[in-house]
Structure formats: C-alpha cells, structure tokens
C-alpha cells in the first residue's frame, strides 16, 4: 500500500514537473524563512533561560510619581543592597552590581579593554555562571580577586594556566586570578568578560563608600533571589515602604521586583506598569513568520485545486474501482505532506547556506541545533501542519468528485474551486501589500528621525573615555591638543553627549509644591558649548574669567520654557542639592537621550563626575592625520591605556540598531513574501494559459494581437490584485497609525 501511494505520488510529481518545482519551490522558500525568523525568535524568547535559577532571580526598580507620571527604572539607591536581606524571609540572597564598562587589563606587554562588572561576592553564588576552574561560592570573597571567562583567559595568558595569575587593571589594582569561568551565551542579559569584588570598588573609589548610607542616591544595581517564584507579590509588598521609611518622602516611591525572565522582553513601562519592548519585535516578526508559510500554503491549494480537472478521471476509477472518500482524501493529504517532507529538506539546505549572511544581519549566532527536542517538535508541525493545511481543501474538494459524472466527462471541473482560489489570492497580495507598506513606512520613520535637528554638530566630533590619567592631566593635555593644529576644542562631561544618564530634581522661584520634574544632568567643564556647536541663546557659557562659575548653572529651553521666570532670568537663583545656583546662560534644545521622544529639561552644572572627554577635530586637516597627532598626544599623557575614541555621529547612530534590524528583516521577508506570491501566481496564471490553449489558438487565428491576449489572460488577476489593494489600504492605515503612536 505504502508503496503504491509513493509510486502515485511520484508519477503525479513527474507528470506536472514545472507546477511541483513551483509547489516544491515556493513552500521551501517559505519555511526557510519561517525556519530563519523563528531562530531569532527562539534566541530572544531563551535569554537568561540557562541560568539555573531565573525563575527565582529579579532586579529591584522604582516606581516614582513626578512630571504628572508614574516613572519606572532600575537604579537604587546602595543601601537597598544591605536592607533587603532582612526585609522578608523569603528573600534568600541580595547582591549589588556596577553598570559594566571596558577597563583596562594588562598582563606582561598584552593590554585589552574588555567589558566587565563590579559586583557583590553573592553574585556567582546568585547567578550560578559555570566554573571551569576554580571555586565559583568564594571566587569573589577576596578584594584582591578577578574572575575571568575563557576566552579572556585564552587572549591574556595563551596555554598558560590562568588560575593564580595576576592581572593589573585600570594601571592602579593588582588583582589575582580565582575562578575561570566558562564563555557566557550570546543570550545573556550579563555580557562581561570579567567580573570584579565590589569589596575592591569600595578601596579604589571612594564615592561608592560615601554612599553606602545614602538612600538619595540611586545609582546603583541590586538584584534578589527569592526561595520560591510564588512569593514574589508578599515580597513587594514588605519592601514596597522601604524607601519611604528611610527618608524619602519628598514624592511618592517604592521599589517593585521585575523578573529575570522578562528582563529581555519586557523592558518599557508607563504608569508604572509594562508597555511593551523588544516583545514587540518577537511578536511582529513570529507573525510575519506565519504569514509567509500560510501564503506558501495558499500556492499549494490554489495550483492543487486548479489542476482539479487533470486528476478528475483519477478520482473517478479510483471511486470505481471501490476507493472511499476516506481513502483518497489520505491519498491527497499524505500527497501534500509528501511534498512538504521534500521541501522542508530543501528549506534545511537554504537556511544553512543562508545562516552565516543572516547572522552577519541580526548580529547573533545563530544554528539549527538537530539534536535538539524542540527541533524534531518544529520539524514534525512544519511537515504535519504545512502538509495537512496545504493538501486539507484540495483533497477534500477532489475526493466530492462524482464518480459517474466525472468518467462521463459531464462535471463541470474547477468552477467550484474558483470562489475560494480567488479569496485565497486576493488574501495573498493583501498581505504581502501590507508588508511592504509597512516597511515603507519603517523606512520613512527612521529616515525622518535621523534627519531631526539635534541642536548640536556631530561632524568632527570624538569622544574618548576617561581614566585617572586623563583627569590629573586634563588642563595640559587639553592645551597639548589645542596647540596641536588638530583639534578646535575640547571638553569633558560625565558622559557622551548621545547619552546622557544623570538626572536630578531642581527647584526654581514660583515652582508649585506639588509639581515634580526631573531634570537630565550634565557635569562638564569650560567649553562644552562650543566644542559640541551649540547654540547659547542668553547669558554666557561657563568662563575662566568668573570664579563663581563653580555655583553657576546653565539649562536649555525646555527648562525655561518649563519653569516660567520672571524678568530679568539671567541671574535667577535656583535649588539644587540643597545649595543656591545663579543661573548664567540658557542653551538650545539638545537631543541627548531617545530619538523618538521629546527633549527633557536639562541643567548644566561645573564639576568632574568621570565620564568622557569630547574633541572636536579641525576641519579641512586630512582626517587620518588628525587622528594621529591626536594620538600621538594621548600616548604621552595617558600612556597606560591604548588609545580608543568613538565618533559621536556613529554613537548616534547605535539608537537606531533595533529599529534598522527591523527595517532591514522586514524588508527581506517582504520580499520573500512578494516572490513567493509572485511564484504561485505565475504558476497559477500558466496553468490557466494551458487550459486555454484551444481558446487562445482561435483568438489568434481570428487576429488577436499578443497584447490583447496577455491582457486576456492577466485581466482576471489584475482585478484580484486590485481587489487586494482596496482592502489593505485602510487596513494598512490603521495598523500603521497605532505603530507610529
């Protein structure tokens, strides 16, 4: 029996060659997509599932109520750390973290600047990282410890053993190796190379041990392991006055619990609770996944059911010979199925030589893992699924065929599929419309956002992190590099001006009680407006020339326009951090933080913070040669750290990393989708040509042009596609406009 359905099977396949290479074609193009879509899909939906307890593991955030608003973030201030342990019995460990950065690490004349945390001495205990050498529980007791991952041990000490060796970091802390740890997935919230005792922070900066009583500042990451996930809201509630009991009751805050396992996905919040993030993404592109298969599965029943007439004298011997319904309708189905096994084969193959391209595009890496359980469960739904969907209306409109009346050649053979073929086409181009529109659309989004007045130059800007050395030495390298012909001006701030993170309350004359705003804070030296070309609008820019200038305070015109002072505005006296500051100047609107949102109010204030220094390179010099007289420079003042720098234009530009990722994906399966329509339509529209050949042999003996008969033959497929692009057009509006809100 087997061997008949094959043999059936094959000489069906082999008779209508060009239709099974297009059916054959079309759905392994669709599941290689599917396949590629959903290995993205899977790596997103998997982050932070191979750390053992991240059912039981959550971050500590804050809810606060200021600007009209419930806001909430994940900084806290350091003494949460201590007070949560003994905030609720079901909290079973606390640790603290930095929030990552490149430092500086040598080993003999090998200097690197990998990414790395200070964290707390629970955190492996918390996080269970495999140990590949070493004691993971007490790795991090000792002040003097690094733990390292492999590939970091690999790059500094070759096929040495790495355990006990020394590493210097930041040229000031001589730290030795206690634990190897094994390379972490790419699916990891933690990306580091290194992880460093939060004891040793507290040695080397002493601004970390001024806070450990603070409970003003929040400036720091705190994470909890729980004995059991169910005990998550009675934890909340016991810590939910912790804040307010130690002393901040200026507006209303608390701290809430966010889980690790939708710390990846579940990132924005509004009023307090979540909004959406990169789910968002998963959830569009597993329905794009869906789409593409469904519109493969569509060719599939449009070119089964038109090819009715051919394999209605099929079905009528096999009714006579004694065949039930039962019986051909598995005949047509394992039929269907049959082909969707060749096709997955064949979508497996062009997804392995698509693999490496496509990871090059979503930057991951990505692989079909074939011994995975959750592998053989996709394959078996593609095949079954695809299979029986794709083959299910075909076999069960062939298998209704009336025996006599289709020997007799009375039945009337495909006019009873046509209704349905035609809604199936219709639904094809509406989606595929809709795509492309929509990635229009996303195309247009982006393009207008990037073009957005930033209020400050880009062009010949770079930025370069500081360390101990640059801030000792700051004021003569900076007239170095002046002096140099290279560079027009230089400044430094607490961080790079696409992104600044310090925010903090400010008071003004007039201000209402109740009203509280957060302010974005810069901490900068002279010459920050001027280095970065922005626009002074009153008053003056911070000068050498006022000693009061270390209480002097600087906003931008979203401030002003906020605060509403009354004449004369320059020389305002405004609150902040207890102490009175003279307002000198009024800045223009710079965009420092989203893209996509409206410009905060921002002060600017004189001080050293750390952060990063900013130059801006002399125009019309070659910029190669620049570039290495700037060097050159840093070589000498900072000569223990390698000289990196980054563009501010290309900084920029990282905002829009997710959004161009689904520009550039939704544009490519766009496409797919378009040619994989494209694909069954011209199957489609080949085997109407043939049925008509009778037809078009008289039209043409009767003088029809080639022209008329190609708007013959195309005319019924234009009005579907145009019946397609009437429905999608409000559709696409709609769908559209609740994006770009």
Not at 7 to 24: D, H
Not at 483 to 500: D, P, R, W
Request: charge should be negative; proline fraction near 3%.
């Amino acid at each position: 029996m087997v061997k008949n359905f094959l043999l059936a099977t094959l000489r069906n396949l082999r008779k209508n060659t060009v239709y099974s290479l297009i059916n054959i074609c079309g759905l392994a193009i669709g599941i290689a997509c599917s396949i590629l879509i959903l290995l993205w899909v899977h790596d997103e939906v998997s982050y932070d599932t191979f750390v053992p307890k991240s059912e039981r593991l959550y971050q500590v955030w804050v809810n606060s109520e200021y600007n009209n608003t419930i806001n909430s973030w994940r900084s806290v201030p350091l003494p949460t750390y201590e007070a949560l342990k003994n905030s609720h019995s079901a909290i079973t460990n606390t640790t603290v973290a930095g929030w990552g950065g490149e430092r500086l690490l040598t080993v003999g004349d090998t200097r690197l600047t990998p990414r790395g945390y200070y964290v707390g001495e629970e955190f492996l205990d918390m996080f269970e990282y495999q140990a590949l050498q070493g004691n993971a529980d007490i790795a991090l007791d000792d002040p003097s410890s690094i733990v390292i991952t492999e590939s970091l041990a690999q790059k500094l000490f070759g096929d040495q053993e790495a355990m006990g060796q020394i590493i210097k970091v930041s040229d000031e802390s001589n730290l030795q190796v206690t634990c190897v740890l094994e390379d972490l997935p790419g699916n990891s919230s933690f990306e580091f190379e290194y992880l460093i005792p939060w004891k040793q922070r507290e040695k080397v900066n002493e601004w970390v041990v001024e806070n450990k009583d603070n409970w003003g500042n929040y400036s720091f990451q705190v994470f909890v392991e729980l004995d059991q996930q169910q005990k998550e809201l009675e934890v909340e509630k016991a810590i939910f006055p912790l804040l307010k009991d130690n002393g901040e009751d200026d507006f209303p805050v608390h701290l809430w619990l966010h889980p690790m396992e939708r710390w990846r996905l579940h990132s924005e919040f509004e009023e307090g609770k979540e909004a959406g993030g990169r789910i968002e993404y998963v959830q569009l592109f597993t329905i794009i996944a869906i789409i593409i298969l469904a519109i493969a599965c569509i060719n599939f029943m449009n070119l089964a059911t038109a090819r009715s007439e051919k394999r209605a004298r099929e079905v009528g011997i096999r009714k006579s010979l004694g065949s039930t319904r039962l019986a051909l309708v598995s005949q047509f189905i394992g039929e269907s199925v049959f082909i969707s096994f060749v096709a997955f084969a064949l979508a497996l193959i062009l997804s392995e030589i698509a693999l490496p391209f496509y990871n090059d595009l979503v930057d991951k890496e990505l692989s079909i893992n074939y011994l995975s359980t959750i592998f053989w469960v996709f394959t078996t739904c593609i095949l079954l699924g695809t299979g029986v969907v794709s083959g299910s209306y075909p076999a069960v409109y062939l298998s209704a065929f009336d025996p006599v009346r289709t020997l007799k050649g009375t039945i009337k053979v495909g006019k009873g599929a046509s209704t349905p073929r035609k809604v199936l086409v219709i639904l094809q181009f509406a989606v595929a419309i809709l795509l492309m529109v929509g990635t229009f659309i996303i195309y247009q989004q982006i393009s207008l956002v990037q073009a957005r007045d930033l209020g400050y130059d880009q062009e010949y800007l770079i930025s370069v992190d500081q360390t101990e050395q640059i801030s000792e030495k700051y004021n003569v390298l900076k007239e170095s590099l002046l002096q140099s012909g290279a560079v027009e001006a230089v400044t430094k701030a607490n961080g790079m001006i696409t992104n600044i993170n310090s925010n903090n309350f400010l008071g003004w004359p007039g201000k209402p009680e109740e009203l509280k705003v957060i302010f974005t804070t810069v901490v900068t030296e002279y010459d920050y407006a001027q280095t970065m070309g922005i626009d002074l609008l009153m008053g003056r820019d911070f000068s050498k020339e006022f000693a009061s200038d270390s209480t002097g305070i600087i906003v931008n015109k979203a401030a002003l326009d906020l605060m509403e002072l009354q004449e004369p505005i320059i020389g305002t006296n405004l609150d902040l951090w207890g102490e009175k500051y003279n307002l000198i100047g009024v800045v223009d609107n710079v965009l420092m933080g989203s893209p996509y949102r409206e410009i905060k109010p921002l002060f600017m204030v004189m001080g050293d913070w750390g952060g990063s220094l900013t130059l801006r390179l002399k125009k019309g010099t070659p910029l190669k040669e620049s570039l290495a007289t700037v060097e050159s420079i840093f070589n000498e003042y900072n000569s223990a750290y390698p000289f990196d720098y980054v563009f501010v234009d290309q900084a920029f530009q990282r905002k829009f990393i997710e959004i161009e990722l689904t520009k550039k994906l939704a544009l490519l399966f766009s496409m797919l989708a378009i040619f994989i329509t494209g694909l069954g339509l011209f199957g489609l529209a080949s085997f109407m040509a043939e049925q008509r050949t009778k037809e078009i042999g008289i039209r043409k003996v009767l003088g029809a042009s080639i022209s008329s008969l190609i708007s013959l033959i195309s005319r019924d497929f234009s009005k579907l596609v145009l019946i397609s692009f009437l429905i999608v057009t409000p559709l696409s509006w709609w769908l559209l406009d609740l994006y770009l809100e």
